[in-house]
């Protein structure tokens, strides 16, 4: 099926579809990289949650929201790819929540990348100020307004929708897609809109916070490259992001040049654009940190020992035994 990514959605253009086995094959991929990669962020989350350390910590706080907001896109985006191959159409109601839930997971990691990238900056360059500044209560309001700015970006089309929309659609089917659902043309403009001025937005936040960080100290210290360092990872994790805003000039390019390999394309720019950033996030953020890395090993290395301790061993061989008296 000829498929396209819209802030996590799929679109069909054309009538061209894959092969049985071709479907089948991407959906095992497309699956199987969600399961890695959202255990990998649920022991991420699980060692967030175990240790009081990490949840005092603004800058822990926001990672790991910005883990579950991940988790949960990735979830809806990979349902909604598995939906499009197999069912093809759903009833709008429920189209139109996991759609809003996923547009809206997907508008809020920018502003959680430029929520980090402020933190950062204060800590560097107002060490003294940083425990008055970024608190654990002002970091959950920080969250909450990250998630308030990403409803207001979607709130004018189901305004729109519900009111442009005969009352027959909803009771309708239609392909789970944004362009499909939110089809008004003050819809597609509004949203083109408010993608620029987010990302024009972070641009700034990030290259502003940057720069103030490389100007902090006219000797770097290992602090300072660490902090500057984080900072061009988040601009690396932006520029994954907005994928998904230049995915189809991208698409149109390649299929200038392969134009035999329509399906392929589609379906590894869905992985590029929509299962690669999510990827990158634990890794670069999670396992780089030297302290969430130690607690984590910890975690892994305990759970190891414990399945693995002889008498654990004796017991589970005993409990089978004691089940046939």
């Known amino acids: 099926m000829n498929l396209s990514s819209v802030n996590g959605t799929l679109t069909v253009i054309g009538n061209q579809r894959d092969r049985f086995t071709t479907a089948v094959?991407?959906?095992?991929?497309?699956?199987?990289?969600?399961?890695?990669?959202n255990y990998i962020n649920g022991t991420l989350v699980h060692t967030f949650r175990k240790h009081q350390?990490?949840?005092?910590?603004?800058?822990?706080?926001?990672?790991?929201?910005?883990?579950?907001n991940d988790m949960m896109q990735l979830i809806l985006s990979t349902l909604l790819h598995i939906i499009s191959y197999t069912l093809y159409t759903i009833n709008v109601p429920f189209c139109l929540i996991m759609l809003t839930i996923t547009i809206l997971t997907t508008l809020n990691t920018p502003l959680n990348l430029a929520g980090m990238a402020v933190e950062c900056y204060i800590a560097v360059c107002f060490p003294l100020r940083h425990a008055q500044i970024c608190t654990v209560q002002k970091t959950y309001i920080l969250i909450g307004l990250i998630?308030?700015?990403?409803?207001?970006?979607?709130?004018?089309?189901?305004?729109?929708?519900l009111a442009t929309e005969p009352l027959q659609f909803f009771y309708s089917k239609v392909l789970c897609a944004r362009d499909y659902v939110f089809r008004s043309n003050y819809s597609l403009k509004k949203r083109d809109a408010s993608h620029i001025v987010c990302l024009v937005l972070v641009w700034l936040t990030l290259l502003y916070t940057y720069f103030r960080i490389l100007f902090a100290a006219k000797k770097a210290t290992i602090g300072i490259k660490k902090a500057r360092n984080t900072i061009l990872l988040h601009g690396f994790q932006l520029l994954l992001c907005m994928l998904t805003y230049a995915r189809p000039?991208?698409?149109?390019?390649?299929?200038y040049l392969l134009p035999k390999q329509f399906l392929a394309i589609r379906f590894a720019s869905y992985v590029i654009v929509q299962i690669l950033p999510r990827f990158v996030s634990p890794i670069v953020y999670g396992l780089r940190d030297q302290t969430f890395r130690r607690y984590m090993r910890?975690?892994?290395?305990?759970?190891?020992?414990?399945?693995?301790?002889?008498?654990?061993?004796i017991m589970s061989s005993v409990r089978p035994a004691a089940k046939l008296h």
């Open 249 to 255: 000039m991208f698409e149109k390019g390649l299929l």
């Open 298 to 313: 910890r975690y892994v290395l305990c759970k190891v020992s414990m399945s693995s301790h002889p008498e654990n061993i």
């Open 147 to 161: 998630w308030v700015a990403s409803a207001l970006s979607i709130l004018p089309d189901i305004f729109i929708l």
């Open 53 to 68: 350390i990490f949840s005092s910590n603004p800058r822990y706080i926001l990672f790991i929201h910005l883990v579950i």
């Open 25 to 37: 094959t991407n959906n095992v991929i497309v699956t199987a990289l969600c399961i890695s990669i």
